[in-house]
Structures are given as C-alpha cells and as structure tokens.
C-alpha cells in the first residue's frame, strides 16, 4: 500500500497531469478516447485468467507449473483477437492516420500490461508479496523519471514520447517479474502425473465470469470519453476537459482499488470460517466514506482552484465537471466494500446483472444527453450522469450484502455519513465565507474535512488496523 499510494499517484498527478497540461486539452481529448477504448476491450486479452489463477494457485501451489502455465498460451492465442477487434472498432468509430497509430501502440501497450498482471497473479497466488509490490510500481516509477526528466528538460511534449516511454516501462516490468516468477515455480515443481495443461477453452470457460464483471464494469467507467469525443460538438476539447477531471477520478480511485484487493482474501477466509464481516466491512466504508465524501464537499466548493492544483491551462472550463466526477468517486469507493464482499460470497452472477444495468444505463443516458448538449457542457452532463450511474448500481449491490448479512450494525455507516458530511459542509462554508479561494486554501480546507473523520463515533480505526496486520496479510491462507 505504502509503495501504491506514493508512486502511482505521484505518476499521475505530478507526470501525466503536466504531458496533458502542455499538450493540450485538445491533443489529449483526441489520445484520451483512444486510451479509453484500449482499457475497454483489455478483458480480450486477459478473460479473466488473472483473477481465476490466483485463486486456483492460491489453493493448490503445484498449478502454479501446470494450468498457470497453460493460461500463457491462451493469452498468446487471445493477442490478435483483441487487435483485430481494437482496429476494427477504432475504424467503425471514424478513426483514421495518426488516430490509428496511436491506437495499436496503446493496443501494443495494453498488451505488455496483461502480461505484468498476469505475472503478478502468479507471485500474489504464491504469496511473493514483496517481490508483487515492487513489480507493481516499477512501471510508473520509469515512467516518473522518464517522462518527469522530458517535461523539465524540453518546451513541448509528444503523445509519442509517452507512447514509447510506456511501452519500455512496461517491458522492463514485466522482464523483472517473470525473472522473480520464474525463482518462485522452482520453488513449486512437484510431480503431479494427474493433470495436464488446460486447454484453451478450458480455460477461456473457467474465466468467463471473471471478464464479463471486468468488461461490463469498464463500460461504464470508459464509454464517457469515447462517446463524448465522438458525438459532442467540440468533442475533442470537451473529452480533453473532462479528461482534466477524470485524472483526479483515477487518482483517488486508487485508494479503493486498494482496499478491495486487501479486502478480498479477508473476506474468503473469514466467510469460509463462519466470521462475522460486518464489523471490517463497515469500518473499512466508513473510512472511505471520509475520504469519498471531503473530496466530493471540496469539488463543489472550489473546483477552479483544486483543479488549478494540478494544471495551469483550460482550468475554468474544466472545472464545472470536476464535483460530479469527485462525488461519482464518493459513491464507488462504497462499491469496493460491498461488490468485494458479494465476490468472496461467489455472488458473480448478481454482480454482473448490476454491471449490465450500469452499461446499459450509462451508454442509454449519455447518447440522449449528448444529441442535445451544447459545444460547452456536454463534460457535465456525462459526469452527472456516471454519478447516478454508479449511486445506482453501488446501491443495490451495497442493499444485496447488507440483506445477505442482516444487522443493526450497518447503521453506523449512515451514521458516519451524517456526521462527516454535516461537518465537511459547515467546514467549506467557514472556508468559502472567511478565505480566499485559492489553491492553498482549498487543501487546507480537503485536510480539514478528512481530520474531520477523527471526531468521536464517526469511524472505528481498530478494525482498520486489523486489517492491516501481519496476523491477516496472506493469500495463500484465503
């Protein structure tokens, strides 16, 4: 965690933020739809085989030289259908000359992430947590130096060079886990004349469940962007503003994605055991609940100047999308706990029917707003609209595992809620009456309203700290 909060998001707020600042938001609405559409169809390269390995190697350590090993072939064999469809959906949606480029050197690149991740699940399965966490941050810490060395050094940019910095990056990533990787299935070689290698399909049929969560989930996260770009007058500059926001979105949205990866093998064995959950479910969304819900109240008190934190240019016309993306951010820090919750149950098959519904919702709503935006506004609405998207679907997943684990318990979440946001509004009142907005004053006020989170019954840190300690932190025990 420590290593994940440091680097990843000193990457993307110190490096990423400036190359989109001084190319642009006009270059970078044009490269952040493409970006967008790779991330979307990633599932092709991987159908879910990350997430179904690590469980599978985690209960029996010897696959980790048998199925493991055969899920490499299926992702070599999975390679050029994700191409071909990335291609041939970048044509359909109107792409062309440069556009096309760019998009197969993301295609390129989102390859040699699957890869990375695919290494990752075989080190996090066999419990190499150190050697995971370092591979992890590898990437984005070249890239900090990289790119950091190019934007201090040079007058300009090119998307090219972060293109090319990522795709090196990311093969020095990989290289590095495989070797550690390769050390670890050493340490497994048993003989086991039983099994065999999966075949492909075999594979692909065990994984499904996996990749449709993942896809339908990327839908709605992504779709915004390419559709934005694509349909709103002006849609290059508007995806580029809302692409300003959507940075500070993916930032935050770390700290959950952290959570829930803490969160799941707690869950596993605890259920498996017949523990009761409640207490580190809400106690982990209390926290985030603190976090969500400072980020949210300051984004729509000074969203000029904490955007204007980060960038320089564009600021004023970025800004009014930022508090929907923040307080989209508030409501689907909640969904790490509960939809994590609903996957160590095993309940993958409601978790997908909420996906669809969000997909379906958020493509639906975003094509009627966006034949009816103006060259200025169109941002806003997709923002307002992955809000609802996700009070939506987050809502009926949270109601899903609060009716499946039935207590007064859960009531200290909407306490907390209560209690913080009263206190967060009347603190961005104080600041927005008695200070100036600028961006100093704005991260006073963000510290402010998260010590907030230490006022008395608002949240309870023990349970926290238990999910932090040695005692609980392996998945080979999950």
């Not at 935050?252 to 952290?258: K, S, T, Y």
């Not at 639906?364 to 679907?393: D, K, M, P, R």
């Not at 609060?402 to 509004?425: D, E, F, N, P, Y």
Request: aromatic share 12%; with cysteine; charged share 15%.
């Amino acid at each position: 965690m420590a290593l994940n909060l440091l680097i990843k998001p000193a990457y993307l707020l110190m490096v990423d933020a400036k190359i989109q600042d001084v190319v642009g938001p006009e270059a970078w609405g044009s490269y952040f739809p493409l970006l967008s559409l790779g991330v979307l169809l990633n599932i092709l390269l991987d159908a879910g085989l990350a997430n179904h390995m690590t469980r599978l190697v985690s209960k029996t350590p010897f696959e980790i030289n048998g199925r493991y090993q055969s899920g490499w072939r299926t992702k070599l064999g999975l390679f050029p259908l994700y191409l071909g469809v990335l291609m041939s959906i970048g044509w359909l949606l109107g792409y062309r000359g440069e556009s096309l480029e760019w998009l197969l050197w993301i295609g390129l690149n989102q390859a040699l992430l699957s890869a990375v991740l695919y290494v990752r699940a075989g080190l996090q399965a066999t419990a190499a947590h150190i050697a995971d966490a370092w591979v992890s941050v590898t990437d984005r810490a070249l890239l900090l130096l990289a790119m950091g060395t190019l934007l201090w050094s040079q007058d300009f940019f090119a998307i090219e060079w972060l293109l090319a910095g990522t795709t090196g990056a990311l093969t020095i990533s990989f290289s590095v886990g495989y070797w550690r990787l390769m050390r670890t299935r050493n340490d497994h070689r048993v003989a086991d004349l039983t099994k065999s290698p999966m075949p492909f399909w075999e594979n692909l049929r065990e994984s499904w469940p996996y990749a449709l969560l993942f896809l339908l989930m990327m839908t709605y996260h992504r779709v915004d962007a390419i559709m934005l770009e694509r349909l709103a007058p002006n849609g290059a500059m508007q995806a580029g503003w809302y692409a300003m926001g959507y940075r500070l979105f993916e930032a935050a949205n770390m700290i959950g994605f952290l959570f829930a990866t803490l969160l799941l093998p707690y869950f596993t064995r605890m259920l498996r055991e017949k523990q009761d959950v409640r207490p580190l479910a809400t106690a982990v969304s209390q926290l985030l609940a603190i976090g969500g819900g400072s980020v949210a109240w300051v984004a729509f008190t000074f969203p000029t100047p904490f955007l204007g934190v980060f960038y320089s240019e564009e600021v004023s016309a970025a800004s009014p999308v930022l508090p929907w993306l923040m307080l989209s951010f508030a409501i689907f820090a909640q969904g790490y706990v509960f939809s994590t919750l609903l996957t160590a149950r095993g309940d993958l098959k409601r978790l997908n029917q909420l996906a669809f519904l969000g997909a379906v919702l958020n493509i639906g709503l975003n094509a009627y707003w966006l034949t009816h935006a103006e060259a200025h506004n169109a941002g806003i609405g997709c923002a307002a609209i992955s809000a609802l998207t996700q009070l939506i679907v987050v809502g009926l997943q949270t109601a899903l595992a609060m009716a499946a684990h039935r207590g007064q318990i859960w009531w200290k979440i909407a306490k907390t809620v209560l209690i913080h946001s009263a206190s967060a509004g009347a603190i961005c009142a104080a600041f927005s009456r008695w200070a100036d907005a600028s961006e100093g004053m704005t991260m006073a006020c963000l510290a402010c309203c998260l010590a907030a989170g230490l006022l008395p019954g608002v949240t309870n840190y023990r349970s926290v700290s238990t999910l932090l300690s040695d005692k609980m932190n392996t998945f080979a025990d999950s």
